[in-house]
């Protein structure tokens, strides 16, 4: 019995250990999985309950009602817009920032970098920053989606801590060649950069994709301005209070067919709409960000 | 998240009036430095320190329209209404208590889940594992309440049917609207969101242990669970630490959008946090004042354990933070 114990161990614990995984992955993945079956389920075939991985009345009516809205398709356009330009404009801001304060013989290399981090501790709170929007003119503007939180602390650390392991080699040699700092970010020290930057692109293009605050916030009185997570949001306080017009104001064609679309059913199509774009893209920065957040986060 | 910290390199200069001159001249030779970095530094202080101005704010009554500096001004007045105020003390309350709730759980369960998946032996199934367990971090809360609403339902909610299948009650319970499950709620859909997400940082932590201390461990006998508590445990012991102390920074960041997304007026004794309250004084009613005075509450409370955080983490000989 005692010599048996060895060879049996691993055996039990391999095997419970291998089920609690397993349980933790299906925790995750059941709801999605149980979305995408209710959000391809016709509307008042879900309400009669039951529907767990598969759609039983198949429909694609919660998608049509999604894209003949004009709302959600509108609103869909602004979150891929501002998702888009922000990510952009913010990435090359912020290594920008970052390529500076990376370089060791700069004179004001402390003090930004100190000015950048504090942000991460503070915030000056909520009334004196909707102030300072409207004192900008931003209010119920796109642009209120770009122009603030360009810069994140946090992703400047994460790029300057990376490019300060590159090489001094090779920013010396393009200085020796004539380039200025300007031509040896854009040529030399960004190329180079490209898992870092995948990692805060994702981050970044995460953050305005799944944000809603701003919109509630300086944009709500603007349907034109309404952001697909904003429309979610609306949807979900309205589906919680169990209120139908939800369904009257999204489905497309409440004369025809009454009953296809619910507040439940096209909560689900939106929900997967919001989340397709973020599942698509990210396994294939997954090597890259797990990589950069070691490199970039923690120095140890 | 952890290490902001700085090696100072000195450079050169070793009379005062020397380094002086070496200033101006290298200053000279950093045109371009200078201008690729002052405009963004410039951006970063009109968006983060210009509204510190608007916390005078917090010291008048103040009333849209009327010229700032002709604004009536009423000293600590709004700071002794606030921590009389039963409305504020029970946000304060509820903010705390989330944010222990959710930093308890969520350090427990990411440990345990760092520690678990580092047993596993089999890389693909541990690298898909791991996959997916990351997915929720990147999903929006509105997604998250939403998937947390429709299980949490009681018109075919996975945890009432699965509940009432295993015997555990009796009819479907709605979970929304017990004020005493809000707490909890929230801290298991923080959970939902970020266990694994949160186990990243341990998971790298762990394949930076040195394999002979394993080696050594098992020469002496010691069972798989003797190696977790005595190897792994120890291993990742300097970045708990780290984070810990650093999360007491957060301690009034127990969120937003959680509570306001999953609160309705059944539990709203319990799921109110001083963020909810600033917008609701300060921008739904118009109480701005008010408002302002609980923003720079949380931010002096913040800044406050920041610092006393660092402090303690340099007596434990830990790395600093700031």
Known sequence: MRKRMPQLEPIVFHTLNTAAMLLLAVVTLYPFLNTLAVSFNAGNDTIRGGIYLWPRVWSLQNYKAVFVSGTIYNAFWISVARTVIATLISLFLTSMLAYTVSRREYVFRKPITIIVVLTMYFNAGLIPYYFLIKDLHLLNKFLVYIIPGLISAFNMIVIRTYMQQLPDGLIESAKIDGAGDFRTFLYIVLPLCQPVLATVALFIAVGQWNSWFDTFLFASSKQHLSTLQYELMKLLSSTMVQSTSAAAMYGADPSARLNQVTPVSIRAAITIVASVPILVVYPFLQKYFVHGLQLGGMKD | MAGVTELPKREGGASPAGRRMSFVRRMRGQTQLILMSVPIVAYVILFSYIPIWGWMMAFQDYKPGVPFMEQKWVGPKHFRFMFSDAAFLNV????????????????????????????????????????ISYLPHFLSWIIVTGIVANALSVEGGIVNILLMKLGIIREPVMWL?????????????????????????????????????????????????????????????PIVVILLIMNLGWILEAGFEVQYLLGNGVVIDWSQTIDIFVLKYGLQIGNYSLGTAAGIFKTVVSITMIFAANTIAKRLGEERLI
Not at chain 2, 101 to 126: C, D, H, P, Q, S
């Open chain 2, 177 to 237: 609207n017990e004020p005493h499950y809000f707490w909890g709620i929230v801290g298991v859909s923080h959970v939902w969101k970020e266990v694994g997400w949160n186990a990243i940082i341990y998971l790298a932590a762990m394949a930076s242990i040195d394999p002979s201390l394993y080696e050594a461990a098992e020469i002496d006998g010691a069972n798989r669970y003797q190696k977790m508590r005595y190897v792994t445990l120890p291993g990742i012991k």
């Open chain 2, 92 to 131: 304060l309350r509820n903010t705390v208590a989330m944010s222990l709730i959710n930093m308890v759980l969520g350090f427990l369960t990411a440990i345990a889940f760092a520690v678990l998946l580092n047993e596993v032996r089999i890389r693909w199934f541990k690298r898909t594992i791991q996959t």
